[in-house]
């Protein structure tokens, strides 16, 4: 059974940096590919960024673009976020979310496309 927990969380703020960290378990992590997806209150998810299994296709929201990285470790099950010049706009919940998806596919950017899904770490970003 997939588990996905994340965590690295907090308040920063406005042009400070954060790292947020996810490690999956459960299954053969080197086969998955994985994605952060960020929601605020009354809203959907939001894409953010994502990563194909071995680590050689990514994809970023625009609004991300530039200022956010996405890397995986397959030797220790990881995932990290690492978040720089956090804007106000960039506060919301985000969720780390993992699907079987063939490496050869173009990174998938929508939450309908990913099965598995972590509880989430709150980002917060104050002026």
């Known amino acids: 059974q997939v588990q996905i927990q994340e965590s690295g969380g907090g308040l920063v703020q406005t042009g400070d940096s954060l790292k947020l960290t996810c490690v999956f378990s459960g299954r053969s992590f080197n086969v998955y590919a994985m994605a952060w997806f960020r929601q605020t209150p009354g809203n959907g998810r939001e894409f953010v960024a994502a990563?194909?299994?071995?680590?050689?296709?990514?994809s970023f929201a625009d609004s991300v673009k530039d200022r956010f990285t996405i890397s995986r470790d397959n030797s220790k099950n990881t995932v990290l976020l690492q978040m720089n010049n956090l804007k106000l706009e960039d506060t919301a919940n985000y969720y780390c979310?993992?699907?079987?998806?063939?490496?050869?596919?173009?990174?998938?950017?929508?939450?309908?496309?990913?099965?598995?899904w972590g509880q989430g770490t709150e980002v917060t970003v104050s002026s």
């Open positions: 979310a993992a699907d079987l998806i063939p490496p050869s596919v173009p990174v998938k950017r929508a939450s309908r496309d990913y099965e598995y």
């Open positions: 990563i194909n299994s071995r680590g050689t296709k990514s």
